[in-house]
Structures are given as C-alpha cells and as structure tokens.
C-alpha cells in the first residue's frame, strides 16, 4: 500500500512535512509521544511565540474532504491551547488547488477567525496565516515542462495581464481616485488592447475566454462584463497564493507615516498595499496591522536598494512588511497616488485583505459594501 493511501502513514507524512517547515524557519518543535491522549500533534515555539499544532491529512485535495477536517482540527487545537499556547490548525493532501485553499480560508475567516491556519500539500505548497507564520510560506513547485505543454491549450483566466484588463474593463464604473486605469467603452479586443498597452492576442484571448464561459452581454454594442458577481468570486479564488513577506523596521526607528512614505522617493514599483492602502483610500476598517507595501521583488540584491530599512529579527515588531508582488502588471498598472504615495487599487485591496486573518473578511465586506456592490448590482 502507497503511503498516501494508507491513513496512518499519511497522517504521519504530514505531521513530518510540518515538523520540518518549522524547524528550517528557526521554531522548536516537541513532537507528543503518541501514547499520550488528548495532547497536540507538536508544540512549537519561537521567541516567545507558542502554537499547539494539530496536523489532519486527507487523502484527495478537495474541499469536502479538507473542510470537515480542519474544522476538526479547529475543535482540537482549540482545546489544547492555552494563554501560553495558541492554537493551529493544519490540513495536508498530496496535492490541493488552489480554489479548494480559497475553501479552506473562507471557513476559517467565517468560522474560526482566532484560530492560525496552515495548508500543505506534499509538493510543495506551504500556506500558513497567523503571528510569526508568514516565512513558512512557499508556493508549490512549477510544472515539469512536459505537463506544462499539455496544458497549452488551457487559458488562464486571471493571469497577471487578463486582470489588468479585467480592470480596465470595470474601470469607468469606479472612481478614479480608486483605480488608475484608462476609461472608456471598447467595442472589441483591439481596442481593449491598445487601451491596456497588451498586446492584439492577448487581448483577443481574454475576450474569447470571457464570451466562452458567459462573462460577456452577447447583445451589447461594447464589452460589457455580466455574472459579475460570480466573476469576482472566481477572481478571489485565483488570487490566494502564498506570497513572499518580509518584516523590516527602519533603520531609524518610527514606524508613523512619514517613515511608510520615504520608501516611495526612488522606487517606481512599490505601492502600499492592504490594509494600510485601503487607509489611503478612505476605506479603512482594522487597526493596529503594520502597513503592507507591495515591492517587484524580495532578494538580498533587491534589498540593498531599501538602504534605510533592515529585516527584523526574531520575535521582533515590524515597522513594515515587504510583500512580493505575485502579479505585477495588475498591481503596478492599477494603483493609484494618494498624496503623492502609490496606493493599490481597490480591486486589489480586496482580493489581497479577503484571506487575511487579522479581521480580512470584516474589511473585505467593508470594501464590498462600500464600493463592490453597485459594480456587482447588489444593495447596499
């Protein structure tokens, strides 16, 4: 019998595959005997940072299997945490999309927002939210090149380029103070094209893609975007994806605005981002989350531009944190100035903030209300 068919063994697979993720990231790990009832899978520690782990594996990626489980996982982290020991919950499967993470993340953020979460599979992905979690994250490994062309045909719907043009499509129904993008009707993907600076196929792609799955009004004279609701429900599901952050502090100290503002002096790819951009926007709704600003890349060359910061060290506040853009085109194209700082467009807030676990939903909801609805054609 496969390891991964047998409950025991994948169980076991798992619980190894976190063990390690933590002890490479610098944490302790005490592995409970399994003798002993009613304790954790592991506790693991870092300056002062406790978690009572508990790791459940399922033997397929899908979200009726992984669902029930972490909210059993919830139940049990919960009850072995202590005022010393916070809970986490962590399902595994050999292989998990990413629209069943997206699954995994919307329960938690409805049902167990207290709670840290981890999904790992066993090629590779690692997708942990919660205090001092976000450097155990990695994304799962590329493609082989031959699978890679057997795919060929498939079109990603929201890729880096099509959400660019998705919102340049959906830019003349926003204000301009909340997405940088060009606004006006196109009546094809030519000029979809030249309005997005994309190129003719790029654009002619999307626009087939759109019109195949009955994203587009078929009568309309231009391109006229319709099922927006489930669209932006798709659009979300695409975009969780562990992402590369970095917490850093300023060389000379302070974390207040004005620090935040002279990262924008010289870099033309940078933008605040979540929390901190939906601040700027006039769309705040949770305090006390160091700003997030969006950079093209995380890497030690990279960081030798950020002359006046410096990575924290462990256990350490930050004054910010460096998040790698996962899709530049969209994120640097579609931002916005909020005297004179770069701002991430509103669009983008909202995908990025969804998942988070520091009140996410709450300004995700926030946001939707505020300024998603009317786009979408619900009430207020």
């Known amino acids: 019998m496969a390891a991964d068919d047998d409950p025991k063994m994948r169980g076991q697979r798992a619980e190894s595959i976190v063990a390690n993720a933590f002890r490479h990231a610098g944490w302790a790990v005490e592995n409970e005997p399994p003798h002993q009832h009613r304790r ?16 459940k594996a399922a033997s397929e990626g899908r979200g009726d299997r992984l669902v029930p489980l972490f909210a059993q996982a919830v139940l049990q982290s919960s009850q072995f945490a202590s005022p010393k020991a916070a809970p986490l919950a962590i399902v595994a499967a050999p ?8 699954q995994v993340l919307k329960f938690a953020a409805d049902y167990a927002p207290n709670v840290a979460l981890g999904v790992i599979d066993f090629e590779g992905l690692r997708l942990f939210r919660g205090h001092s979690l976000d450097l ?13 062309r057997s795919k060929h045909s498939a079109v990603n719907l929201f890729s880096d380029l099509n959400q660019w043009m998705l919102k340049v499509l959906l830019a003349p129904e926003l204000p301009e103070a909340l997405l940088g993008a060009p606004r006006a009707q196109y009546r094809n993907a030519s000029q979809l ?5 994309v190129s003719v196929m790029s654009a002619f792609r999307l626009v087939q893609q759109l019109r195949d799955e009955g994203f587009l009004h078929e009568s309309h004279s231009s391109l006229h975007l319709v099922r927006r609701g489930e669209l932006l429900r798709r659009w979300q599901a695409a975009a969780v994806r562990p992402l590369k952050e970095l917490p850093m502090r300023f060389l000379l100290g302070g974390h207040g605005p004005a620090n935040v503002q002279k990262m924008f002096g010289s870099h033309r790819r940078v933008c605040l981002a979540l929390f901190a951009a ?13 700003p997030h600003v969006y950079v093209d890349r995380i890497g030690p060359s990279h960081l030798a531009a950020w002359k006046h910061l410096r990575p924290c060290e462990p256990g350490e506040p930050a004054d910010v944190i460096l998040r790698q853009a996962a899709f530049p085109k969209s994120i640097f194209r ?4 909020v005297d004179g700082v ?26 939707r209300k505020r300024v998603l609805a009317a786009l979408i054609g619900e009430r207020r």
């Open 40 to 55: 954790p899978d592991l506790i693991v520690h870092r300056d002062g940072v406790v978690y009572a782990v508990e790791v």
């Open 136 to 148: 155990l994250n990695a994304p799962p490994p590329p493609l082989p090149s031959h699978a890679q």
């Open 95 to 102: 292989k998990i999309p990413a629209t069943v993470v997206n």
């Open 278 to 290: 939906a601040d700027a926007l006039k769309l705040g709704f949770v305090e006390g989350v160091s």
């Open 334 to 337: 579609g931002l916005v100035h």
């Open 342 to 367: 770069a701002v991430c467009d509103v669009l983008q807030v909202w995908l990025d903030v969804l998942g988070h676990p520091s009140r996410g939903k709450e300004q995700a909801d926030h946001i």
């Open 193 to 197: 094209a030249q309005a997005a600076d």
